[in-house]
């Protein structure tokens, strides 16, 4: 079983509405940690925001918040008042227990509409 | 800005031909990470280290092989390309984000592209 599914890959929003990308994750793991990357088309992979499971409260970046629904095993990346620098591929991530090794989705591919 | 560079940056090769990519930082960061990225895979974890001359596999690490005699370099070996490794290549390193190991968050180099003919 895959343990991120990213279902969207592509989505557009409108420049300055909000945009919710789904990420759900498989785990028997209680200690988890959970994190969102943007990558531009420049390529490079940017850290955006964590969400530890023992975490009460939603993780916030700025315009990013982690929408963590423990018992549905999702960790949605919303955007909030999009810009036309957020159109980019995001990954969602998890890292299990006390492992370093990280699992990446497939990624959603998001395009801001002027 | 973890302080991760890559190089080379871009390399062409042929098939069968040894390759070697390296992946330097300068923070003294204990976990560093080799992935490659394709597209419709996301990352995928080739290997890893968690210190020096401690060396572990990851879920694609067939054709490849690493080294780390020093804490800030990472090498990536192909021993003879193959053009199924034609493939954007990240080096990444692991730091707490919050003072706890619980919350190691990866932070990424600006990628390796290599193609093989």
């Known amino acids: 079983a895959q343990k991120i599914t990213q279902t969207q890959p592509g989505m557009f929003v409108q420049e300055k509405e909000a945009v919710t990308l789904d990420c759900t994750y498989d785990?028997?793991?209680?200690?988890?940690?959970l994190f969102w990357y943007k990558q531009p088309s420049s390529g490079e992979m940017i850290f955006l925001i964590y969400q530890g499971s023992y975490d009460e409260q939603n993780a916030t970046e700025g315009r990013y918040s982690l929408n963590f629904q423990k018992a549905r095993k999702s960790a949605n990346l919303v955007i909030s008042a999009s810009q036309l620098g957020d159109s980019a591929m995001y990954f969602c991530a998890m890292r299990e227990g006390g492992y370093q090794k990280v699992t990446f989705g497939t990624g959603t591919k998001l395009q801001v509409i002027p | 800005d973890a302080g991760i560079t890559q190089s080379p940056r871009h390399k062409v090769t042929e098939t069968g031909t040894p390759v070697t990519l390296r992946c330097h930082q300068t923070?003294?960061?204990?976990?560093m990470y080799w992935y490659r990225q394709d597209p419709g895979h996301g990352l995928r974890l080739i290997h890893y280290s968690y210190g020096v001359k401690d060396t572990d596999k990851g879920e694609v690490s067939d054709g490849y092989s690493v080294s780390r005699s020093k804490t800030e370099d990472f090498l990536l070996t192909l021993e003879s390309a193959t053009s199924s490794q034609t493939s954007v290549y990240f080096c990444?390193?692991?730091?707490?984000?919050?003072?706890?190991?619980?919350?190691?968050?990866?932070?990424f180099g600006p990628g390796t592209r290599l193609t093989v003919l």
């Open positions: 990444a390193i692991s730091e707490s984000i919050q003072g706890r190991t619980s919350t190691d968050t990866q932070y």
């Open positions: 923070e003294n960061h204990r976990y």
């Open positions: 785990t028997s793991d209680q200690s988890y940690g």
